[in-house]
Every structure is written in structure tokens, then in C-alpha cells.
């Protein structure tokens, strides 16, 4: 049986004390939810030390690490420095890391390769553009992100990883893929790992559906065969919400 997760991308929201109050909040109601997924959060780096300390049942996230192990390289932060601040998962190739800060495919490989060697579980990010799936390219989009975002890792390595399909044209858009679009997808990632790794590597893969999921949409996502959680970024800001997203599983 694979893991089911959902998963809360705060991006670049919160202070430090709106930070721990809602970190509070996912805490308690995770406490009292009706579902067997694994809730993760994934605050600002500066909230984390602090709202690792307020968490217990929901696991800490960060959303993104340096391709480096340590040095100069001003501004950044090692996937050591994550751990030693209770850290457990990192996102990894969130479109907006893609798009903003130009982080291709290759850079995303070493960020998967330095996280996994420091003991973190990366969650990697896929997802096409619009005009990618208007010129039906979105198969070879997203074969080209996971063949070379993924090479080289080990079927070990490969247990430790989640998987996030976030169509770019979803996130934060409140356009939400429908539910066979999802399932087409997430289908075509699964037969994909079979391809680049084997059958098990397959069938044990956590993939997360990401983009503009709300209580209201989350559970009819969910009910596909191939989608395992979800990894949410407006609807994590509310901890209601959020843990609504949660028990729609
Ligand atoms: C995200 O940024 O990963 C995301 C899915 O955002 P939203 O839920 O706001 O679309």
C-alpha cells in the first residue's frame, strides 16, 4: 500500500508569528482527522527551526535547497542545515522554482541527488504549461522532467521520493484540472516509472495532484486510482481548509 499525503506549500507567506499560530492549528486539527494520509507542512525557511517545535503528527517540509553541500554560496541553504532543524521532506522543482529562478532539469537532478544523500525525502515537482498541453507536448514535457530529474537514482532512492503533477496552468490560478485529466496524468507518470525504473518502483510511488485544490474540489480528485494526495498552496494558508483538503481522502 502506498502512502497517502497531503502536503501544504506556504510559499512565500506568513511572518513569523502568523507562521507558528497556524502551524499550531494544522497541529491540533491533524490531531482530530479523519483520514490516514500523512500531512506535511512546508513553511518559509526562516519559521522552521520554531514550528518544528510546535509540530508532532504533521511532518516538516521546506520547500526548496541549495544543489551544494556547504561553501560560498551566499544566500543559500544545504540540505544539512534542513536536517538539523528537523526537516523531513523537501519540495524540489516547484514551477515556480522553475520559471522565477530558471532551475532546469539537470540542477534539479544534483538538488534530488545532495537531498536523498543528507536523508531527506524529496517531493519532486512535474507539471506542463498551457501551450504545452494546447500542442499536445504534455506527455513529452513531462517525460523529459522526470527521465532527467530522476536519473541515476537507485530503486532505494526512488522509496523516498513523492511525486507532485502540478499543471503550471493550475497552481494558484483556481483552475483545477478535472478529474480525468488528473487520472490521465498521474496514470501516465505511474507506467513512466515502470519504464525508467521497474513495476514496484511503480506501484509503491506516492503522486501528489497540485494545483488550485480546495475542500470543495480535493475529494473528487482523490478518487482517482493513480492520485495518492495532494500538494496545496492557497488552501494551506487555512488550517480549516487545509485539514479539510485532508479528510476529503
Ligand atoms: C502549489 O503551489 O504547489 C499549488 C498547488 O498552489 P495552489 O494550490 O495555490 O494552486
Redesign the pocket.
Known amino acids: 500500500m502506498r502512502k497517502k499525503i497531503v502536503a501544504g506549500?506556504w510559499?512565500m507567506n506568513t511572518d513569523l508569528k502568523e507562521g507558528m499560530e497556524l502551524a499550531k492549528a494544522v497541529e491540533k486539527l491533524e490531531q482530530e482527522k479523519q483520514s490516514d494520509a500523512l500531512v506535511i507542512i512546508a513553511p518559509p525557511y526562516t519559521h522552521l527551526s520554531r514550528v518544528n517545535d510546535l509540530i508532532d503528527g504533521v511532518k516538516l517540509g521546506a520547500q526548496n535547497c541549495a544543489s551544494e553541500e556547504s561553501g560560498a554560496y551566499t544566500g543559500e541553504i544545504a540540505p544539512d542545515m534542513l536536517v538539523s532543524v528537523g526537516v523531513e521532506y523537501v519540495?524540489i522543482g516547484?514551477?515556480?522554482r522553475r520559471s522565477f529562478y530558471h532551475e532546469d532539469d539537470a540542477l534539479l537532478n544534483k538538488k534530488t541527488k545532495i537531498a536523498l544523500s543528507k536523508g531527506l525525502k524529496p517531493i519532486f515537482?512535474c507539471g506542463e504549461v498551457l501551450e504545452e498541453r494546447e500542442g499536445g507536448k504534455l506527455y513529452d514535457v513531462i517525460r523529459e522532467q522526470l527521465s532527467v530529474g530522476l536519473a541515476g537514482l537507485s530503486k532505494e532512492d526512488m522509496s523516498k521520493i513523492v511525486i507532485?503533477y502540478?499543471p503550471v496552468w493550475?497552481?494558484?490560478?483556481?483552475v483545477?484540472a478535472t478529474p480525468d485529466q488528473a487520472q490521465e496524468m498521474h496514470k501516465f507518470i505511474r507506467d513512466l516509472l515502470v519504464e525508467l525504473f521497474d513495476k514496484q518502483v511503480a506501484e509503491d510511488m506516492t503522486i501528489l495532484y497540485?494545483?488550485?485544490?480546495?475542500p470543495s474540489n480535493a475529494s473528487e480528485i482523490f478518487a482517482n486510482p493513480d492520485v495518492d494526495g495532494?500538494?496545496?498552496?492557497?488552501?494551506?494558508l487555512k488550517a480549516e481548509d487545509f485539514l479539510a483538503i485532508v479528510n476529503a481522502y
Open positions: 506549500n510559499k519540495i516547484h514551477s515556480e515537482c507532485a502540478e493550475a497552481i494558484g490560478t483556481g483545477v497540485g494545483g488550485s485544490c480546495k495532494g500538494l496545496i498552496g492557497g488552501a494551506a
